[in-house]
């Protein structure tokens, strides 16, 4: 049974910063690429950062480049997503999902299994 869980997720103000995990079990994690997704209430699901499975390629919504940084370790069948200069915009339930392919995509199609997720909550 796949398991993907998050976690790091919680209350940050305006300017801080929080670093997320994603620790992906019962299937390999090396070859295929991972991605992040948040949820906001009343919203679709949106994209937010994508890794290939060595980590050489990654991409960002504009909405969040420049600030967040994601990253993984193959070894340790994690990804993370490191979130600077947060904004009460990004309040949102921040979900990880695994690819069913190893090049980096942000449609939620290419990606077979979803975390439950964590919450993020920036307060102004």
């Known amino acids: 049974q796949v398991q993907v869980v998050e976690s790091g997720g919680g209350l940050v103000q305006t300017g801080g910063s929080l670093k997320l995990s994603c620790v992906v079990s019962?299937?390999?994690?090396?070859?295929?690429?991972m991605g992040w997704f948040r949820q906001r209430p009343g919203k679709e699901r949106e994209f937010i950062a994508t890794?290939?499975?060595?980590?050489?390629?990654?991409a960002y919504s504009d909405s969040v480049k420049g600030r967040f940084t994601i990253s993984r370790d193959n070894a340790k069948n994690t990804v993370y997503l490191q979130m600077n200069s947060l904004k009460p915009e990004d309040t949102a339930v921040y979900l990880c999902?695994?690819?069913?392919?190893?090049?980096?995509?942000?449609?939620?199609?290419?990606?077979?299994?979803w975390g439950q997720g964590t919450q993020v909550t920036v307060s102004s």
């Open positions: 890794i290939s499975w060595t980590g050489g390629s990654t």
């Open positions: 019962g299937r390999p994690f090396s070859g295929y690429a």
């Open positions: 999902a695994a690819s069913n392919q190893e090049y980096i995509s942000p449609n939620t199609g290419s990606y077979d299994y």
